[in-house]
């Protein structure tokens, strides 16, 4: 039963680890862009200097609105860059660019932007103080060579899903063990009361047994009695019968 158990519950986790996997392996995140690292034009993004100009964004290709490849499903200012995630839309177009990633022949992200603040600096280039977001692109020769994509569901995703999902299974096993801590413990209890009933039992059955052994010792003195009256009468029965033939011939 315990092994049946075990069996089902490692199925369980199974199938809940390449559930998750399943769900990410369509999102990929990386960096559009980064804070204070000079790009291809010399141009510097202050940190936190992109500000959101829409709620949605769509991914595009090589900055071409017409050539729509994908959705931005969360946009994030960390203190590294401009993080994104985004999944590929299910098109043919989608699925040929999503196979161009997963081969790793495109990994460059850029934005477009309308500036709203910035500073020229010698030699040339821009520092960028507050721009507006206009797009998100996946690009085959990003601006910033270091502005680039991974697999959201890369070594250390599928690390974290699966310490989850062992956390979550050994709490599922800490509870049947509690649970058969607690069945045992009835088991042992249950025992104990029978161990007492046949105790006790055994008990009764001795002392009815001395009982009956009494009743044996008592029947076999009252059989003695009774031979030993039986053997007395006949013998009385014996003299009586000669006393009697004794007066019969003297007053015959």
Request: hydrophobic share 35%; with cysteine; net charge neutral.
């Amino acid at each position: 039963m315990i092994k049946s158990l075990y069996i089902c519950s490692m199925q369980t986790m199974h199938k809940y680890i390449n559930s998750e996997l399943k769900a990410y392996d369509n999102v990929f995140k990386g960096y559009a862009a980064l804070w204070e690292s000079e790009d291809l034009e010399n141009d510097v993004f202050k940190k936190g200097s992109i500000k959101r100009a829409y709620k949605s964004y769509t991914l595009l290709f090589n900055h071409n609105f017409n050539d729509v490849v994908g959705k931005v499903v969360n946009i994030k200012s960390d203190d590294k860059g401009l993080l994104v995630e985004f999944d590929f839309v299910n098109t043919d177009r989608g699925k040929e660019v999503k196979q161009w990633v997963m081969e790793g022949a495109v990994t460059g992200l850029s934005i477009g932007f309308v500036p709203r603040d910035f500073d020229y600096k010698e030699p040339s280039g821009r520092v960028f103080k507050n721009v507006s977001l206009i797009e998100v692109s996946l690009v085959s020769s990003p601006a910033n060579p270091d502005a680039r994509i991974f697999k959201s569901n890369d070594f250390y995703k599928s690390i974290d899903i699966f310490v989850k999902a062992i956390q979550q299974h050994t709490d599922k096993l800490v509870s049947l063990k509690d649970f058969f801590t607690e069945y045992i413990k009835n088991i042992e209890e249950r025992y104990s009361k029978t161990q007492s009933a046949i105790k006790e039992l055994s008990e009764n059955i001795e002392k009815l047994s001395k009982k009956l052994s009494y009743l044996e010792d008592t029947q076999t003195i009252v059989e003695d009695i009774i031979y030993k009256m039986h053997n007395k009468f006949s013998q009385t029965e014996n003299e009586l019968s000669v006393l009697l033939n004794k007066i019969l011939k003297n007053y015959g």
